[in-house]
């Protein structure tokens, strides 16, 4: 953010661009500066310095998420080598709780941006589809997670989580953006 007075136009727009308050966008530049060592963009390795996702088990697929040019609305495939501070802030709005006073239209289309922001997370290919076999990799990473769960024992719970998927959404899941919910399109093509 630049000079005062074009520091306030900026942080108007970036207002009305994320829903954030000032004050909020304020508390997340110095955050934004703080993670970047105060560069203008930040780099995957700079979210190693994040001791709260130090344990996380989808650690990878968050910092992922922050660098994939669908989340960015910037192309639909593909992954940005740095981000600046809006598409930080643009991220970081799908994590903003839902506003109570939001008529039903922004609350549609505010839930499914942030379920087309997960998809994205779980899609680790971009092909636009969730394969069983990329259900499979999460369930297993959020399980690697627990010390008290062995490896095999995660497999084993990921299988059954990915047979009870296969009952719903044989062989890949993908979104169908049309209509007034998110749904999962059947395809049956079995990926196993």
């Avoid at 000032?22 to 700079?46: A, Y």
């Avoid at 399980?143 to 024992?153: A, D, T, V």
Wanted: charged share 30%; with cysteine; net charge negative.
């Amino acid at each position: 953010m630049g000079s005062s007075q074009s520091t306030s136009e900026e942080v108007r727009e970036l207002v009305g661009k994320t829903g954030f308050s000032s004050d909020q966008i304020e508390q997340l530049h110095r955050r934004f500066k703080q993670l970047s060592g105060n560069q203008l963009t930040i780099r995957k390795e700079n979210f190693n310095n994040i001791p709260d996702l130090e344990l996380n088990p989808i650690r990878s697929k968050i910092i992922r998420a922050f660098f994939d040019n669908r989340n960015l609305r910037k192309a639909p495939t593909g992954l940005a080598d740095e981000i600046n501070f809006e598409d930080f802030l643009t991220i970081m709005s799908y994590f903003r709780p839902i506003e109570t006073n939001m008529d039903e239209e922004q609350l549609e289309h505010c839930r499914k941006e942030k379920l087309r922001f997960l998809f994205h997370m779980y899609d680790s290919d971009s092909d636009g589809r969730i394969t069983l076999e990329e259900y499979r990799n999460v369930v297993e990473e959020l399980l690697s997670g627990n010390p008290h769960i062995e490896k095999e024992s995660a497999r084993s719970i990921a299988d059954g989580a990915m047979m009870e998927a296969a009952s719903v959404c044989v062989g890949q899941m993908h979104p169908e953006w049309s209509g007034e919910v998110f749904q999962l399109r059947k395809a049956y093509v079995c990926v196993f």
